[in-house]
């Protein structure tokens, strides 16, 4: 192979290089602007009048905004009240699957019991299941205790652990040298006081995400609280956007108003916790 | 002493941890039987019975299973949600493989396009799906809008029965960013060196990415269609939120978007029919759970880097 030769396969792979560059960041830049659009959208028509709404053709930005358009869609529906069921539900949530799942997670990685793996498989395998199995015994069980209609239901069983977080944790955990659980079992420690003062402080990563997962999980939920909340007034956010299509027909620059704000609180929490978001779905969809 | 003398095989420390390390996972236990084992079984049951829950449930047999083969509408919504996993998921796990491949690509400003796509993923669902009915809407809606302007006759997105299906999986692209973001954790963890070597190979950029990238991320897609595949035959919320009539009902125009959970849950919830829905969710039970086991039975073609 000659000297020229070289140089220009080198220059060509520069050349092609650059051209595959364009071409990506063309389609990636085409594909965010087409995933912002809804979003946009969606903000545009809350700030629309409701001529504007259905104009034809619409416009892509209103001439005026109605900003007042948030503050009537946070009277229309209650919407605060829902919007505190919401994070209610979800807080208790988190409460009981962070709590629960690290004592379990604990049970299954750093104590060495006789038969520990097998059950750690059949209670794995649990995340296959598909709730409507359970769903109408659970229902009929949570009636009987006269919790149809209370947020208990979708609270309580999460203080029992969830195979998908306790799996997470344990993989964090089996990654903590054995000398650190030692050493404090030298010292007299019992695994309770390890697990509170060795491991916890070390786990609280793998715990962060865990709960930001479990947070935004319960908070986009949708079949839980359209079956057992029935009181109108202890609705989440969700069920409650639904009250903008009544017999008068839609008010959509309404429901859009709501719809936005109701977004807000988990973009935000993204936006604050991307770097614990992006490891933790890398955690749960690498180990799996 | 009497505990040891019957269990002669457990040493006095072992049986020790057993008891420790069974009190820490008694939550899971109790959880296990109380939320997991007890209700299957119990769903079983009911499943054999009539059951409206005014009245205790009655006996029936077979009854229900055999109402449910000429249940037009269950028809209808196994063959929808069939459409759902057998169209939708594969297209959308190429779509978000694509998009993943290309965010790999060494681009600028990764994680700005990462969030971009992300946040779709979490969004209250509800919320965004009003967006999309508003984007569907046939007379007002800016889609149509869009094919008006390119000289295309408006489509019913949502009440044409032949569009439905495709519209729900053309908005479900959109929820899509979980997936890419665990692609592109995969990706990102293929090693350098290999794809070097293949590179003075002479190995082009096709090569590289059907010979190495996807067999060193196989577990990660395999990963990915066991989770969605169980995911997509609940499919319910979306639909559900597009096709919700204010009298309660749901399922779209001639049941076009009657989904298996959204029939279950009408089911279950409306008709209070509790008997009749427990053969439902034992027959989905079954169905998942031999797809589930179809797909760990032909995963021959996942490679664990880690085995070699």
């Known amino acids: ?288 | 002493m009497t505990i040891s003398i019957r269990r002669p095989t457990l040493s006095k420390r072992q049986r020790r941890s057993l008891i420790v390390g069974l009190l820490f996972i008694s939550p899971a236990l109790i959880g296990f039987f109380l939320f997991n084992i007890g209700p299957i079984v119990q769903s079983l049951q009911y499943s054999f019975t009539r059951y409206n829950i005014l009245q205790p449930p009655r006996y029936v047999g077979l009854n229900n299973y055999r109402f449910l083969l000429e249940d037009r509408v269950f028809k209808i919504g196994i063959q929808n949600t069939l459409y759902m996993v057998m169209i939708g998921l594969p297209i959308h796990l190429v779509f978000n493989m694509l998009m993943a491949l290309l965010l790999n690509t060494k681009i600028k400003g990764l994680s700005l396009y990462r969030s971009i796509f992300y946040v779709p993923s979490i969004t209250p669902v509800v919320a965004s799906t009003i967006v999309w009915l508003w984007i569907f809407n046939g007379q007002f809606g800016i889609l149509n809008e869009f094919l008006k302007l390119i000289g295309l006759p408006p489509v019913g997105w949502l009440t044409d029965p032949r569009w439905v299906k495709p519209s729900l999986i053309f908005m479900g692209a959109w929820f899509g960013g979980n997936t890419i973001l665990i692609y592109l954790a995969g990706l990102q963890d293929v090693p350098h060196d290999l794809l070097e070597s293949a590179e003075l190979d002479g190995a082009n950029a096709l090569q590289k990415t059907f010979r190495i990238t996807l067999p060193m991320i196989s577990p990660v897609i395999f990963y990915t269609i066991i989770v969605n595949v169980i995911g997509y035959f609940q499919y319910f919320t979306e639909a559900w939120v597009m096709t919700a009539t204010r009298d309660g009902s749901a399922g779209g125009v001639a049941n076009s978007a009657m989904f298996y959970s959204m029939y279950l849950y009408q089911t279950a919830f409306q008709q209070f029919k509790m008997g009749y829905a427990s053969a439902q969710a034992w027959i989905l039970f079954m169905i998942v759970l031999i797809a589930t086991l179809f797909l760990f039975k032909t995963a021959r073609w996942v490679y664990y880097h880690a085995e070699n």
């Not at chain 1, 709404?53 to 209103?62: E, N, V």
């Open chain 1, 1 to 288: 192979m000659t000297a020229t030769t070289r140089i220009g396969w080198r220059e060509n792979r520069i050349i092609q290089d650059r051209i595959k560059r364009t071409i990506a960041y063309t389609i990636v830049i085409v594909m965010a602007v087409a995933y912002i659009f809804p979003l946009y959208w969606l903000l545009v028509t809350a700030l629309k009048t409701d001529v504007e709404i259905f104009q034809q053709p619409p416009p892509i930005f209103p001439p005026e905004p109605q900003w007042q358009n948030f503050a009537a869609s946070t009277t229309y529906i209650p919407f605060w009240r829902y919007m505190w069921n919401t994070i209610a539900i979800s807080g208790l949530t988190v409460l009981g699957t962070v709590l629960s799942c690290t004592f379990i997670a604990y049970g299954f990685a750093r104590i060495q019991w006789p038969g520990r793996n097998i059950i750690f498989l059949i209670y794995l395998s649990t995340i296959m299941l598909p709730s409507q199995v359970t769903l109408i015994p659970l229902y009929l069980i949570f009636r009987q205790l006269g919790w149809v209609g209370t947020f208990l239901p979708l609270v309580v069983p999460h203080f029992f652990g969830s195979a998908l977080y306790v799996f997470l944790l344990r993989q964090f955990l089996l990654t903590i040298p054995q000398e650190l659980s030692d050493a404090a079992k030298i010292d007299g420690a019992s695994e309770l006081s390890i697990l509170w003062y060795v491991m916890i402080p070390l786990m609280r990563p793998a715990l962060a995400v865990v709960a930001l997962f479990t947070f935004v999980q319960t908070y986009r939920d949708f079949l839980g609280p359209l079956i057992y909340l029935t009181d109108q007034k202890d609705w989440t956010i969700s069920l409650g956007l639904k009250l903008f299509q009544n017999m008068y027909g839609a008010q959509w620059q309404l429901m859009m108003a709501a719809s936005t704000l109701a977004m807000l609180p988990t973009i935000a929490l993204f936006f604050f916790t991307q770097k614990t978001f992006v490891r933790g779905i890398a955690l749960t969809g690498l180990k799996g």
